[in-house]
């Protein structure tokens, strides 16, 4: 009798944990997508990967499209010639995570003004997915894409 209470316990536990589990990695995946939107996002500050000087992006006019990356993130660089193709027609900019590796930067030669931001600003964000690309007009997050974009859902998307 102690043996099948005792059992019954630790599969209540074991099952609470997965459930834990799997609410983590859905609100790791869409946290920013559920809290993002309205929320206002005016400057990023961070460090100009070319210079390595403080700068600041300012994203409070108009409509943006912030892309998020990483110089170690393989999507994010699989993904920069579409972010670059998006950025010959809208304004783009990006935020990228930090560890940064300017050889990689170089490489790939995004066509768009970034800054490396700190760590606090991707929490602040919810980030936990790269790439991310948000699309901000006039200061406020209107919509938030986890995964890689590409031209023809970016065009979709600023119709907004």
């Given amino acids: 009798m102690e043996e099948k209470k005792s059992n019954k316990i630790f599969h209540i536990i074991i099952f609470s944990l997965v459930i834990i589990v799997l609410l983590f990695n859905v609100f790791s995946y869409f946290g920013a997508s ?33 892309n998020i990356w990483a110089t170690w993130c393989g999507a994010c660089l699989a993904e920069m010639p579409e972010i670059n193709k998006i950025a010959e027609k809208h304004q783009v900019y990006g935020a990228i995570k930090p560890a940064f590796k300017y050889e990689v930067y170089r490489e790939v030669k995004p066509g768009f003004k970034s800054v490396i931001a700190n760590e606090e600003f991707f929490e602040d964000l919810y980030i936990s997915v790269l790439p991310t690309t948000l699309l901000i007009q006039d200061g406020v997050i209107k919509k938030v894409h986890s995964g890689t974009m590409t031209t023809d859902f970016a065009e979709e998307w600023v119709k907004f």
């Fill in 34 to 66: 559920i809290f993002l939107p309205g929320r206002e996002l005016r400057e990023i500050s961070g460090v100009d990967p070319q210079t390595g000087r403080r700068t600041s992006l300012d994203v409070s006019k108009g409509t943006v499209i912030l």
